[in-house]
T-cell receptor, first 111, second 116 residues
Framework: GQNIDQPTEMTATEGAIVQINCTYQTSGFNGLFWYQQHAGEAPTFLSYNVLDGLEEKGRFSSFLSRSKGYSYLLLKELQMKDSASYLCAVESAGGYNKLIFGAGTRLAVHP | EAQVTQNPRYLITVTGKKLTVTCSQNMNHEYMSWYRQDPGLGLRQIYYSMNVEVTDKGDVPEGYKVSRKEKRNFPLILESPSPNQTSLYFC???????????????FGPGTRLTVT
């Protein structure tokens, strides 16, 4: 089967660093996406990992280990506006061009 | 402005009454997709389209139909809606990075559908 696991909820303090983990088991693998979704809004793209390693983009970084079926999203210098859900999504391979999403991690940032 | 639009944004309907949710993008993207989002289940793909006249089932296609007659439009059709189709629906589009890889998806604002 295909499965993507993320923690349901996390809390963190403004200014701190938080790591959101994602583990996956899918039929083939083309790449892994992270999206941010504020309550009542559409998801917006954060990052895309194809190869193993760390991709850094400002305060956000994303890591991928294909051999372990594992990724994490690292958020630094947390701000109140980072309170949102973070969605991990895997693009399955084999010509399907399908995106499989995890249920999302709801992050609450407190002062 | 580059965007994906959906209409209507909110809809309350009754069981069995056919409805269509429209989706349009102005970015000339090849790939378009429909998702539903339910609490605790995340986004689940209903149908997707790689290009005009090319559509395929996602993970939860039962009870839905789609068509892709033009590149910019990808309507979602519920022939006979049922209460279990009450959900938040998102349309998305993206360019295709390569023949086998997607690129980032751009999501519409969502359509909240209630079927009574």
């Amino acid at each position: 089967g295909q499965n993507i696991d993320q923690p349901t909820e996390m809390t963190a303090t403004e200014g701190a660093i938080v790591q959101i983990n994602c583990t996956y088991q899918t039929s083939g693998f083309n790449g892994l996406f992270w999206y941010q979704q504020h309550a009542g809004e559409a998801p917006t793209f954060l990052s895309y990992n194809v190869l193993d390693g760390l991709e850094e983009k400002g305060r956000f970084s994303s890591f991928l280990s294909r051999s372990k079926g594992y990724s994490y999203l690292l958020l630094k210098e947390l701000q109140m506006k980072d309170s949102a859900s973070y969605l991990c999504a895997v693009e399955s391979a084999g010509g399907y061009n399908k995106l499989i999403f995890g249920a999302g991690t709801r992050l609450a940032v407190h002062p | 402005e580059a965007q994906v639009t959906q209409n209507p944004r909110y809809l309350i309907t009754v069981t069995g009454k056919k409805l269509t949710v429209t989706c349009s993008q102005n970015m000339n993207h090849e790939y378009m997709s429909w998702y539903r989002q339910d609490p605790g289940l995340g986004l689940r793909q209903i149908y997707y389209s790689m290009n005009v006249e090319v559509t395929d089932k996602g993970d939860v296609p039962e009870g839905y139909k789609v068509s892709r007659k033009e590149k910019r439009n990808f309507p979602l059709i519920l022939e006979s809606p049922s209460p279990n189709q009450t959900s938040l629906y998102f349309c998305a589009s993206s360019p295709i990075a390569t023949k086998t890889r997607l690129s980032e998806q751009y999501f519409g604002p969502g359509t909240r559908l209630t079927v009574t």
